[in-house]
């Protein structure tokens, strides 16, 4: 059964920091594309960050110079790490691996 397990989420203060992590089972990803999408109340989906199985990636403006994707192909793993977070990243954010996507996990940012 091929599956994905976030985990990392939770409360920091802004400018805090926070590191994701997707792991994927029952399958080898290393092929795939990954990526991280987030969700804020009451608005749509959209991408945070991809990294192609070569390693390139690309990022939402909003996030660029503060957020890193990478992963980890022997681990089947992607991560997101987050720094100088502010309140309007406070979303669900879910990964992505294929066509495959996470249950999400809650990011919030206040004070």
């Known amino acids: 059964q091929v599956q994905l397990v976030e985990s990392g989420g939770g409360l920091v203060q802004p400018g805090g920091s926070l590191r994701l992590s997707c792991a994927a089972s029952g399958g080898v990803f290393s092929s795939y594309a990954m990526g991280w999408y987030r969700q804020a109340l009451g608005k749509k989906r959209e991408l945070v960050a991809a990294?192609?199985?070569?390693?390139?990636?690309n990022y939402a403006d909003s996030v660029k110079g503060r957020f890193t994707i990478s992963r980890d192909n022997a681990k089947n793993t992607v991560y997101l790490q987050m720094n100088s977070l502010k309140p309007e990243d406070t979303a669900v954010y879910y990964c992505?691996?294929?066509?495959?996507w996470g249950q999400g996990t809650q990011v919030t940012v206040s004070s």
């Open positions: 990294i192609t199985s070569g390693g390139s990636t």
């Open positions: 992505t691996i294929g066509i495959l």
